[in-house]
């Protein structure tokens, strides 16, 4: 974990504790001979999540918790997971807020005594010190430093920021090649938040993109994370202008949708056109705006897990899966995908650990776990917890349909320097 997330984190814990005192206890180590496992009894186990339902951007991932509790539902209609049903408590909100990240962490363990944390999806992670502190089984979409070393936190993809030392996924820039009919001569601009989030993609992105054979000719996280900007002509100009004077070739952002809507408006604006694209906007409910469709249109998006728009057996579950999670026919989105991926992983590799479920049999069959064919591609552990599963595809959204633009790949990963 970087040195500003283990601040934010350690200054979010000292004002927890001094404010919240009365705590209650985890129940001892779930471990020690002769004392119970915590949230594990003989019919149940019992997982909880942590999502950024509201932000003050008005983003939302409230579905990934629709998307774990659709998985839960079907293995718990198919007898759980070696007898014991999965207790799915729902997803604490933390509003993108380090403080409440932590502060539902501490819920979970030391009020609702949960086995595991799946999902956890937010931009922030300052809980990811204490869970792992607790030995709590954490799973989300590896986007944070945090998903990247730590031996109780998994991503369900894998690592997708590591450390140095650990490797780097090329399905993006490979995609792009597809896309562009190749990298020799292509250039692209990188753009991020001005969070550790986004200086860890800037770093991450920069190499991968060089490597792949791009030219980076501009990479900056400077985007004001707290709120989108309503002018952003400073920020088109330098990158309109990054190549030499003129426009590169690509406009990458590694940010969430507000900040995509208004960055690609203003470049559209421009009339650039150039490729556009970022790894957040596979969402068909985002097309029921027609300025957010417009903002949209042509933008290639990144996805770690197989299209919605592929025909596969495990695609044709899922659909059932969510709609009967949701009591209705439902738009798919990326979020459901995090929530459910992370639910699959975990109940993967606790089925491995078998009957006798503690936490040091769950670390063992972790260690060691693979599987292959899934929606994600070959998952292995512990693997994962240093790099990605390599495989992703970008689909293109054209007037209100996503089209497959780049097809669900998996690539040998980089070192990550």
């Not at 509790?69 to 997971?81: C, L, P, W």
């Not at 004077?245 to 995509?260: F, I, L």
């Not at 670390?363 to 064919?373: I, L, M, N, W, Y």
């Amino acid at each position: 974990m970087s040195r500003p997330i283990r601040t934010i984190a350690a200054v979010a814990a000292a004002l927890l504790l001094a404010g919240a005192c009365n705590s209650a206890s985890t129940g001892g180590s779930p471990d020690e001979k002769g004392s119970a496992v915590r949230g594990v009894t003989d019919t149940s186990v019992k997982v909880g999540g942590i999502v950024s339902m509201t932000t003050a951007s008005g983003y939302s991932k409230k579905d990934t918790d629709l998307g774990a509790r659709a998985r839960f539902d079907r293995a718990n209609a198919e007898g759980g997971v070696h007898g014991r049903k999965i207790d799915y408590l729902g997803a604490q909100d933390d509003g993108q807020d380090p403080a409440r990240n932590l502060a539902a962490a501490r819920r979970l363990v030391q009020q609702d005594e949960v086995f595991a944390v799946a999902p956890m999806s937010s931009t922030t992670f300052s809980g990811a010190d204490f869970l792992q502190k607790q030995r709590v089984p954490t799973f989300g979409w590896g986007t944070l430093p945090s998903f990247c070393g730590p031996s109780y936190i998994y991503g369900f993809g894998g690592c997708m920021v590591p450390m140095p030392g650990g490797t780097i996924s090329q399905t993006w820039p490979e995609g792009l090649k597809k896309v562009m009919g190749g990298s020799a001569g292509r250039s692209v601009a990188i753009l991020a938040n001005d969070s550790d989030a986004g200086t860890f993609a800037i770093r991450t992105y920069r190499q991968s993109f060089a490597s792949a054979g791009f030219e980076v000719t501009f990479a900056k996280a400077s985007v004001p994370a707290t709120s989108v900007p309503s002018d952003w002509s400073a920020y088109t100009k330098e990158i309109l202008r990054s190549d030499g004077g003129k426009a590169p070739d690509a406009v990458v952002s590694v940010m969430q949708t507000p900040y995509n809507i208004g960055l690609f408006t203003a470049v559209k604006r421009t009339g650039y056109d150039g490729v556009l694209t970022d790894p957040t906007d596979y969402d068909p409910g985002l097309l029921t705006k027609s300025a957010t469709r417009k903002a949209l249109d042509g933008v290639h998006v990144l996805l770690s897990f197989q299209p919605f728009e592929q025909d596969s057996a495990d695609m044709t579950r899922f659909r059932q899966d969510i709609r009967k999670a949701a009591g209705k026919e439902v738009p798919l989105n990326m979020h459901m995908m995090t929530g459910y991926m992370s639910a699959d992983l975990f109940l993967a590799i606790a089925g491995k650990a078998g009957r006798n479920l503690t936490t040091a049999s769950f670390q063992k069959a972790a260690d060691g776990f693979s599987d292959t064919g899934t929606m994600v591609g070959d998952r292995a552990e512990p693997k994962g917890q240093k790099e990605s599963f390599g495989c992703g595809a970008l689909v293109r959204l054209k007037g209100d349909t996503y089209v497959v633009s780049a097809p669900f790949t998996c690539y040998p990963p980089i070192p990550f320097s």
